[in-house]
Every structure is written in C-alpha cells, then in structure tokens.
C-alpha cells in the first residue's frame, strides 16, 4: 500500500510503498478515506512531542475515516462495508491515517456519522475526544452552567462551544478580533480577549462571580488567566494544555478546581480504549441530531501534498480543519523497501521523540 513515512524528526515526509497491514485479534482493517491534520501531527513530525512517543520510522496521522475491509478475531462490532471513524493511531506502535489501509484496534472505531462525509467525519476525532473528556468526564457540563471556552473557534474550541451547548450550557468564547463572527455563529456569546480584560468580562457575563466551567485550548497565559475567571467555591478549569509554570493562588483564592486532560493516554496504554470508542459514538449521535458539525478548510489535498497541509497546520493560516484525502489515485512515483513495521514493532532506526509539544 502507500503511505506517507517519516523517518527522522524534523525530515520530510515520503511517499512510499510498505506492507499493507492485516488484522489481528481485535482489529479491524480499514480502508482509509480521509484523514484529519492536527496541530500535534506537525509536532510529531518535527520531533517536539515527548508526550506522543512515536518510533520511525513512522506512518502518522491521528485521525481517521474510512470503509471496514476485514475483521479480525473476536471482533462482533462492525462487518467489512461499514464507515467507520475514530482516533485511531499515529502515537505509539500504532500506525497513522496516511496511508491506504490501516490495522485499528476495534475499541477506538465507531460508526460514521450518517449527517457527516468522510472527509466531516474524519476532522472529528482527536478534538471531539479531547472536548468531551474535559466538559463531560472532568467538568460535568449540565444545564444551567456559565462554560467559557478559551479559543472558541479554534480546532478544539469550535467543537467544545457545540457540545457544551448540546449538554444544555450557556456558552461564552474568547478569540481574536476576526474569529468572533464564526463564535457567534456557533451559537456562543464572543469576547475578545485582545481588548477586554478578564475582569471585565466576567463582570459583565456572570456579576462578577466567575463562570461555572471554563475550558482552556489555548495554555500558557491563558489557563492563567483561566483561575481568574472562575466560579467562587463551585466552579472548575480544565485544560488541554496545562503544562508549564503556573500559579495556583488565584484558583486557591477562589476555592475552585482544576483538572487536565491527556487525550492520547488510551492509544499510548491500551487502557480505556473502550471508552474512546464511546465517545465517538457520542459524536455520531450529536451530528445526526444536527448538534454538531466540524469547519473544515476548503482547499484539498492527497497524500502527493500532505507536506503542504502539514505547512498550513504549522503557519497557523487554516480557516478550520485541515483534511487529507487518502482514497484517491495518486499518480506520482513512490520510495520502496521502507522498513516500517505497521502492527506496532519498532522499525529500522527507531527512536523516540524528544522536546515538548502541545497538542
């Protein structure tokens, strides 16, 4: 099969042609459709992502849409024909997305959604888990809450605005100037963090008592900013990027909590596998309730241009998620013999990454 390869950090990524997978006891072979870039992948990629772990040389990509071609032992869930969707590989042992065919463990699949395409489908994943592991496991996102979601039209925070409203939260989100139109068309109240201080605006959205929830995407000075805005006594900060120094005494002072969330824990453990899987069911059942729907960027690639894609990710100049479309003929010549071992082992040369990385 093809598939983009990385073999050292920081190098490009090549097209080549490797053993197509099969599937083993639990998995399920998948010809893959689409698959969504994340600004994780670029980082992996450049060797900045300690926490991602992944061996080279590598076939990456994060997220995943595709069609069952086979099942493998003890697998009852799915049949070759369904569309599946799901975080899948590319950290770890585990293969990636840029590649024609992919071994995934059955557990991290669920059933596309019937509302969304491929490539819809395939932005999904990494970000939906990430936004419902922090407003529904960490902060119990109900009816009646004050969510402020720091980045809001971001690739996270575009999708946590949609889940908190569908968990019944009034939802605020900070952004730039020019990102506030897509917040409010989210259905999010927008406030821009470049010219409104944090006292501010809660002041003006909660009387000055903080919000109920508050979301950080962003980290650094803004999940400081974060024990600032929140609730007195009840209220609880949960970030997807909590790393770094940070003073707790304004979260102390307020007598509120703070949790963090490591969305790739389950694919780099083989723990709670389970409940990823539950997790994207929750998104299909949101998308075909008309609850949820990525942005994607309009403009397309294949696995010919996926080094494009990745500089897009990279500059920060997307207009909503980037989508690589895997199931296309692409007419371009092909490296061969690259020693990538697509069930999990570690492959010629194979390392480690090193340095930090946000996800």
Request: charged residues 20%; hydrophobic residues 45%; proline residues 4%.
């Given at each position: 099969?093809?598939?983009?390869?990385?073999?050292?950090?920081?190098?490009?990524?090549?097209?080549?042609?490797?053993?197509?997978?099969?599937?083993?006891?639990?998995?399920?072979?998948?010809?893959?459709?689409?698959?969504?870039?994340?600004?994780?992948?670029?980082?992996?990629?450049?060797?900045?992502?300690?926490?991602?772990?992944?061996?080279?040389?590598?076939?990456?990509?994060?997220?995943?849409?595709?069609?069952?071609?086979?099942?493998?032992?003890?697998?009852?869930?799915?049949?070759?024909?369904?569309?599946?969707?799901?975080?899948?590989?590319?950290?770890?042992?585990?293969?990636?997305?840029?590649?024609?065919?992919?071994?995934?463990?059955?557990?991290?699949?669920?059933?596309?959604?019937?509302?969304?395409?491929?490539?819809?489908?395939?932005?999904?994943?990494?970000?939906?888990?990430?936004?419902?592991?922090?407003?529904?496991?960490?902060?119990?996102?109900?009816e009646g809450h004050k969510v402020l979601v720091h980045g809001g039209?971001?690739?996270?925070?575009?999708?946590?605005?949609?889940?908190?409203?569908?968990?019944?939260?009034?939802?605020?989100?900070?952004?730039?100037?020019?990102?506030?139109?897509?917040?409010?068309?989210?259905?999010?109240?927008?406030?821009?963090?470049?010219?409104?201080?944090?006292?501010?605006?809660?002041?003006?959205?909660?009387?000055?008592?903080?919000?109920?929830?508050?979301?950080?995407?962003?980290?650094?000075?803004?999940?400081?900013?974060?024990?600032?805005?929140?609730?007195?006594?009840?209220?609880?900060?949960?970030?997807?990027?909590?790393?770094?120094?940070?003073?707790?005494?304004?979260?102390?002072?307020?007598?509120?909590?703070?949790?963090?969330?490591?969305?790739?824990?389950?694919?780099?453990?083989g723990r709670g596998r389970d409940h990823h899987g539950e997790i994207?069911?929750?998104?299909?059942?949101?998308?075909?309730?008309?609850?949820?729907?990525?942005?994607?960027?309009?403009?397309?690639?294949?696995?010919?241009?996926?080094?494009?894609?990745?500089?897009?990710?990279?500059?920060?100049?997307?207009?909503?998620?980037?989508?690589?479309?895997?199931?296309?003929?692409?007419?371009?010549?092909?490296?061969?013999?690259?020693?990538?071992?697509?069930?999990?082992?570690?492959?010629?040369?194979?390392?480690?990454?090193?340095?930090?990385?946000?996800?």
């Amino acid at each position: 099969m093809r598939a983009i390869v990385l073999r050292e950090f920081g190098g490009p990524l090549t097209l080549s042609e490797i053993e197509t997978p099969t599937a083993g006891p639990g998995q399920v072979l998948v010809r893959v459709g689409a698959s969504g870039v994340n600004p994780l992948d670029t980082k992996i990629r450049a060797g900045r992502a300690a926490h991602a772990r992944t061996r080279l040389p590598a076939v990456l990509g994060l997220d995943l849409a595709g069609v069952v071609e086979r099942v493998g032992e003890g697998v009852t869930g799915f049949a070759p024909g369904d569309e599946v969707f799901g975080l899948t590989g590319g950290v770890g042992d585990l293969q990636g997305s840029l590649a024609e065919f992919a071994a995934v463990d059955a557990r991290l699949l669920a059933r596309k959604p019937a509302s969304l395409g491929t490539r819809e489908a395939a932005a999904l994943p990494l970000v939906f888990v990430t936004a419902w592991e922090a407003l529904v496991d960490r902060a119990a996102v109900r009816e009646g809450h004050k969510v402020l979601v720091h980045g809001g039209a971001g690739g996270i925070g575009h999708v946590a605005v949609q889940l908190a409203r569908a968990r019944g939260g009034e939802v605020f989100a900070t952004g730039s100037t020019r990102s506030l139109a897509t917040i409010r068309r989210l259905g999010a109240t927008p406030i821009d963090h470049s010219t409104t201080p944090v006292e501010d605006y809660v002041g003006e959205h909660t009387g000055g008592e903080g919000f109920d929830v508050v979301f950080d995407t962003v980290g650094g000075e803004t999940l400081d900013a974060s024990f600032a805005a929140v609730r007195t006594y009840t209220g609880h900060v949960v970030s997807a990027l909590g790393w770094g120094a940070h003073s707790l005494a304004p979260l102390s002072f307020r007598g509120a909590t703070y949790s963090g969330v490591f969305t790739l824990l389950p694919m780099l453990t083989g723990r709670g596998r389970d409940h990823h899987g539950e997790i994207m069911r929750e998104a299909a059942a949101l998308a075909d309730a008309g609850a949820l729907a990525p942005l994607l960027d309009p403009r397309r690639f294949t696995l010919a241009t996926v080094a494009e894609a990745h500089g897009l990710v990279e500059a920060g100049a997307a207009t909503g998620k980037i989508v690589v479309d895997v199931d296309v003929d692409v007419d371009v010549d092909v490296d061969v013999d690259v020693d990538v071992d697509v069930d999990g082992g570690r492959g010629a040369g194979g390392q480690r990454a090193g340095g930090a990385a946000a996800s």
